[in-house]
């Protein structure tokens, strides 16, 4: 009898595996069946652009009380089907604010997607998400649990950060810099079938924030696992949003581990009549050599202007090539890790490749002491190592302080990576100097990467108040709480008159100007890069 069933069981697969590739209606269904070894068979709402079902080696994996679906769902859409060249299924959505593509190839068992806007969703955030039954694909990658709410015990913070298990989770925690983000999955280990958003160079060329931008990816909240492409939010937003094509990205599913997200031909989609969709040979590249970083840092690449936005990694030597780039003229920026050191103007022709060298720029000074390397990050912080992956309340995280650094004694977990209000403040800062060093004017500078309600630095030195500077640019999100740390990345100096520096021991206080609000971590703060006295 065991043996009847297994039998049945595998024949019933094999036929759907062996089904021919096509699309078929029923009422309100668009079914596309990818005649592939792996059965895929996906079914669209024709009302709604819905992805209701996905069928994967005959195994239902979609969630049935939430579909898959653009944003929160389109809620009516004019939706049609095609065959192109014999070989795949096209499915078109069209609203009056955009055009959502949908592509299946035959053989395939992926679900290949571009989303082409005229305007931002009223939602305020354009993203894919793939709502699918969490019993069979509970777990997340690249970061396991730490997105993982399901099980939840209370709420630490709005309606997203939760505890588990004595844990701060939350789906925030899944994010990683877009300029490493191309393939990020859910799954199961009883037979390594995953579930994944993959994502090439044109994936995110029309999304906002740049290379090291960050946002939601997984999320299996208990009643289903939610896998996400957000391609813009007002999560930390720092710039506006792009229209135009969105993509192409593909969720695919996969019985043999984690499929490979940087090297996905979508070249195809110049065959698919998909509007904005630029081939290869109408693109150009950039390239050229960066200079004036010290290897101990990464050099990126990134060129964008108001349609679109690219980025690359230079190599050891800080030669770069950029991705195939749609011709415009672009701003090229030279990070050293994140910090902006040297920005220029390029022009990208089709077909071609410009060359265009560049160097970070340099400021003569002396620098008396320096904490924190000038990264543009929170880089060997205390509580950096952990702020991306937890709430700042976090029983794993170290003590936020108030802390006191010592010049040349103080490890640089001596300073918290973020300064709060009326939590942690002030940072203060001992050192010694010679009579040569404290003579004449200085200048301190405090770096920072984000600031949150207004929040900016304010500097006392030994019995001086340095001028408090003006408010930051607001970014209306919360940054800290939810694993973001970088926004406009502000620098302040404070000069410092002569005479106020003093031979022997000095003492700086760092507190955090602003009006108070929220509760105790969303007080008015900012995350710090560097802290440097010179002249």
């Keep these: 009898m065991f043996l009847q069933s297994v039998l049945l069981a595998t024949f019933a697969f094999s036929s759907s595996a062996l089904a021919a590739f096509g699309i078929t209606t029923s009422g309100n269904n668009i079914v596309v069946d990818a005649g592939s070894d792996n059965g895929l068979k996906v079914t669209v709402n024709s009302g709604s652009c819905d992805i209701t079902s996905i069928l994967y080696r005959g195994e239902e994996f979609q969630y049935q009380s939430q579909y898959s679906h653009l944003s929160s769902g389109l809620g009516t859409a004019t939706v049609s089907s095609q065959i192109v060249n014999n070989q795949y299924a096209k499915i078109t959505c069209t609203t009056s604010t955009l055009t959502h593509y949908i592509v299946i190839r035959s053989g395939d068992s992926t679900i290949y997607m571009a989303t082409n806007t005229q305007s931002e969703p009223s939602v305020g955030e354009l993203r894919f998400i793939a709502r699918l039954q969490s019993s069979k694909l509970p777990l997340e990658y690249p970061f396991g649990v730490v997105s993982t709410t399901a099980g939840s015990s209370s709420t630490v913070e709005g309606s997203d950060v939760f505890v588990v298990s004595g844990q701060t989770r939350s789906k925030f925690y899944s994010s990683e810099r877009f300029i490493d983000d191309y393939v990020h999955c859910v799954y199961r280990d009883s037979d390594a079938i995953h579930a994944c958003i993959l994502l090439n160079s044109y994936s995110y060329e029309g999304s906002s924030g740049g290379p090291f931008f960050r946002d939601i990816n997984s999320n299996n909240a208990g009643d289903a696992t939610n896998l996400y492409f957000y391609m813009n939010s007002g999560h930390v937003q720092t710039e506006s949003y792009r229209m135009g094509l969105h993509g192409p990205y593909a969720l695919a599913f996969s019985r043999s581990g984690v499929p490979t997200g940087k090297s996905m031909d979508t070249t195809f989609f ?266």
């Excluded at 390029?346 to 924190?372: D, K």
């Excluded at 009326?422 to 001992?430: A, D, E, F, G, M």
């Excluded at 309600?453 to 001086?464: D, V």
């Excluded at 031979?503 to 009006?515: H, K, L, P, Q, Y």
């Design 270 to 535: 110049a065959d698919l009549g998909i509007s904005g969709y630029v081939a290869p040979s109408g693109r150009g590249t950039v390239t050229g050599t960066a200079t004036g970083i010290s290897s101990s840092f990464q050099k990126v690449l990134h060129w964008y202007n108001s349609n679109w936005q690219y980025w690359v990694y230079a190599d050891s030597s800080g030669k770069f090539t950029s991705p195939p780039m749609k011709p415009g003229t672009y701003t090229q920026v030279l990070y050293q890790g994140e910090l902006k050191v040297a920005s220029s103007s390029v022009t990208v022709s089709a077909g071609q490749t410009t060359t265009a060298n560049i160097a970070a720029s340099t400021q003569s000074r002396t620098t008396l002491w320096q904490i924190g390397d000038w990264d543009g990050q929170p880089t060997g912080f205390r509580n950096a190592d952990n702020q991306l992956r937890m709430h700042p309340s976090d029983s794993r995280m170290s003590s936020w302080g108030p802390l006191t650094y010592t010049v040349g004694s103080s490890a640089l977990t001596d300073v918290p990576m973020a300064l709060f209000k009326s939590v942690n403040t002030p940072l203060t800062i001992k050192f010694t100097l010679t009579s040569a060093q404290a003579s004449g004017a200085a200048t301190l500078r405090i770096g920072t990467t984000l600031s949150f309600a207004g929040g900016r630095p304010s500097a006392t030195i030994n019995s001086y108040n340095a001028a408090t500077p003006a408010a930051p640019t607001k970014i209306d999100s919360r940054g800290v709480t939810r694993g973001a740390y970088r926004g406009f990345g502000e620098v302040y100096d404070y000069s410092i008159p002569a005479g106020t520096l003093v031979s022997g021991s000095n003492t700086i206080t760092v507190n955090v100007a602003s009006g108070s609000s929220g509760d105790m971590y969303l007080q008015p703060n900012v995350i710090l890069d560097a802290i440097e006295l010179f002249r």
